[in-house]
T-cell receptor, first 111, second 113 residues
Framework: QKEVEQDPGPLSVPEGAIVSLNCTYS??????FMWYRQYSRKGPELLMY????GNKEDGRFTAQVDKSSKYISLFIRDSQPSDSATYLC???????????FGTGTKLQVIP | DVKVTQSSRYLVKRTGEKVFLECVQD?????MFWYRQDPGLGLRLIYF???????EKGDIPEGYSVSREKKERFSLILESASTNQTSMYLC????????????FGDGTRLSIL
């Protein structure tokens, strides 16, 4: 079993929809949680960075962490065609720089 | 903004060649990382470095080595390239201050023929 599980998709939604992307994990030591967006032929770009449980909002993006369920989510409101990309979840334990990544979910927002 | 620059976007080499991939960051970050990214396997850590001349093996170091002679530069070396090293290679950096996340370059798509 992988430490981090992420549905690869692809996920296709109409423009303006609310998108929910999710990851589950097994290592209870993970404390820092990240979401990266990766466009085709580009490197991952940091979208959200959270510590421990709770919600964090940045514009149309909301990151949610539920440590009791070992489950993290990224919500995208009013999705746009420019949101079409692969979204990677990532996490690491405190005081340790090694990051474990999900394999990514490919999202397509259709105009 | 953090800037991580990888010297080549696309590279084609032959089996058996020694290949150098270069990465430079401009944020005075202590930590630097090399990953490879393959479909269905995600990002896998090859090597990382937390200081000049220091290096640590990641999950898949076999067939690779690294060099960090200056704080801003981290090089990945394929000692004798093989076809199974055809991949997307990503460099990242991070600061040790305040548990900051990693920032990535745009990657080098390497093909070994």
């Amino acid at each position: 079993q992988k430490e981090v599980e992420q549905d690869p998709g692809p996920l296709s939604v109409p423009e303006g929809a609310i998108v929910s992307l999710n990851c589950t994990y097994s290592n209870s030591a993970f404390q820092y949680f990240m979401w990266y967006r990766q466009y085709s032929r580009k490197g991952p770009e940091l979208l959200m960075y959270t510590y421990s449980s709770g919600n964090k909002e940045d514009g149309r993006f909301t990151a949610q962490v539920d440590k009791s369920s070992k489950y993290i989510s990224l919500f995208i409101r009013d999705s746009q065609p420019s949101d079409s990309a692969t979204y990677l979840c990532a996490m690491r334990a405190g005081g340790y720089q090694k990051v474990t990544f999900g394999t990514g979910t490919k999202l397509q927002v259709i105009p | 903004d953090v800037k991580v620059t990888q010297s080549s976007r696309y590279l084609v080499k032959r089996t058996g060649e020694k290949v150098f991939l270069e990465c430079v960051q401009d944020m005075d970050h202590e930590n630097m990382f090399w990953y490879r990214q393959d479909p269905g396997l995600g990002l896998r850590l090859i090597y990382f470095s937390y200081d000049v001349k220091m290096k640590e093996k990641g999950d898949i170091p076999e067939g690779y080595s690294v060099s960090r002679e200056k704080k801003e530069r981290f090089s990945l070396i394929l000692e004798s390239a093989s076809t199974n090293q055809t991949s997307m290679y990503l460099c990242a950096s991070s600061s040790i201050q305040g548990s900051q996340p990693q920032h990535f370059g745009d990657g080098t798509r390497l093909s070994i023929l």
